[in-house]
């Protein structure tokens, strides 16, 4: 799969240099601690690779 932006072409910046209507909470974070309990999971699986799966989808779909 090719993307169209490749990964050296994004740079990280410190949230404070982002523009934004509303200033927003150094950390906000979602806690899952009760999605997790209410679906009796163990572990949750890490979000670092869902969203690299999600990527690949979308990537083979076209959208991106």
């Known amino acids: ?5 490749q990964p050296a072409a994004i740079q990280p910046i410190p949230a404070i240099e982002y523009p934004l209507p509303a200033p927003r909470p150094m950390n ?3 806690s899952t601690d009760k999605l997790q309990a209410v679906l009796t ?7 670092e690779g ?4 999600y990527v690949f989808r979308l990537a083979a779909d076209g959208l991106i």
Request: glycine share 0%; proline share 5%.
């Open 50 to 53: 869902e969203v690299r799966e």
């Open 28 to 30: 906000s974070r979602m």
């Open 1 to 5: 799969v090719i993307l169209k932006v």
């Open 41 to 47: 999971l163990s572990e949750f699986p890490h979000w």
